[in-house]
């Protein structure tokens, strides 16, 4: 099916029925299906190309009564109302106004929950690391994410301590755009020494957003599948710092499998896995200021290659 897609649409309904469709069949599969997954009804979503399509044929097939899905669909649909006016926005798959890069992704989350400005070109390379960075580690973030601020790249990472900090901090001081993924709902303060940095991402530009639902505290798995959205939405990744047990190995794995150019530090290549990984096609290593630039600037030859979203992924609510 081919499908027309606006190029910068920023207005989207109060609520979209996309939206209201995927809480429905999370909140009616946790009722009465417990044994399917959530990934699982993730990718029936995505092949099916619409949420409300899915929802209506498990509905029509009579696994559940007619009056529980008009029901539950309601509630979500003021939920999502009530999230609205406490500025918890939401944006799905099906929209327009989702990020290019990251609805490429095969694993893009269905809905986003965001604060800031959402934008759907965002040009953007993620910079993370330890949350216990050396003076070295936290100097070649702010270094890698001022040259990426100055070329007009929006920098992203995880809001963590350490090298996540240090590059949303140094890309504002820059005048960037950065923008920050979350492992928790975003009415969740985690970690709360970054509260005044959080708010000052929104105030500067930029954007705070998550693919898990307001008041989900701060659980280990998700931040693994945090860091598979960091990689998604952005054109390359820059691993800083990290040690050999590090959970940035997976957000690595993940960007050379979703075809995403990867750059490692020299400390972060001397690791096991980071020698692994740096003999993969599309990752390079880095050592010096100079390396640095060069291996960033090799990104902007392909900055203007239009992200080609699957056709099955944009369908009107």
């Known amino acids: 099916?081919?499908?027309?897609?606006?190029?910068?649409?920023?207005?989207?309904?109060y609520v979209d029925e996309?939206?209201?469709?995927w809480l429905t069949l999370q909140k009616v599969t946790a009722a009465r299906h417990r044994r399917v997954r959530?990934?699982?009804l993730a990718n029936q979503v995505r092949e099916a190309g619409s949420a409300s399509n899915v929802l209506e044929t498990m509905a029509g097939g009579g696994l559940w009564p007619d009056e529980q899905v008009t029901t539950m669909r309601e509630a979500a649909r003021r939920q999502v109302a009530r999230w609205a006016k406490t500025g918890i926005d939401t944006i799905n798959l099906f929209q327009p106004e989702y990020p290019n890069q990251l609805a490429c992704a095969p694993d893009a989350p269905i809905v986003m929950f965001t604060q800031g400005l959402v934008v759907p070109e965002d040009q953007a390379v993620?910079?993370?690391g330890t949350r216990n960075p050396t003076q070295c580690g936290v100097a070649m973030a702010q270094d890698a994410a001022r040259?990426?601020?100055e070329r007009g790249l929006t920098v992203v990472s995880g809001l963590a301590e350490g090298i996540d900090t240090a590059a949303h901090t140094e890309t504002l001081r820059a005048g960037g755009r950065t923008v920050a993924i979350l492992g928790t709902g975003l009415d969740v303060q985690f970690p709360a020494v970054n509260?005044?940095?959080r708010a000052m991402i929104g105030q500067g530009g930029g954007l705070v957003a998550s693919q898990f639902m307001p008041h989900q505290t701060p659980v280990g798995r998700n931040f693994l599948a945090r860091n598979h959205t960091i990689s998604g939405y952005s054109l390359a990744v820059i691993v800083v710092q990290a040690g050999e047990y590090s959970g940035t190995r997976n957000l690595v794995r993940k960007a050379t499998e979703q075809g995403r150019p990867v750059i490692l530090s020299a400390q972060v290549a001397s690791t096991s896995w980071g020698a692994d990984a740096a003999r993969q096609p599309g990752v390079c290593v880095v050592g010096t200021h100079c390396e640095v630039v060069r291996a960033i600037d090799k990104l902007l030859a392909a900055r203007h290659r239009p992200a080609t979203v699957?056709?099955?992924m944009r369908l009107a609510a």
């Open 1 to 13: 099916m081919a499908i027309t897609r606006a190029s910068t649409a920023t207005v989207k309904p």
């Open 18 to 21: 996309q939206t209201v469709a």
């Open 38 to 40: 959530q990934i699982d």
């Open 126 to 128: 993620a910079v993370v």
């Open 147 to 149: 040259i990426l601020a």
């Open 195 to 197: 509260t005044h940095l």
């Open 310 to 312: 699957p056709t099955q």
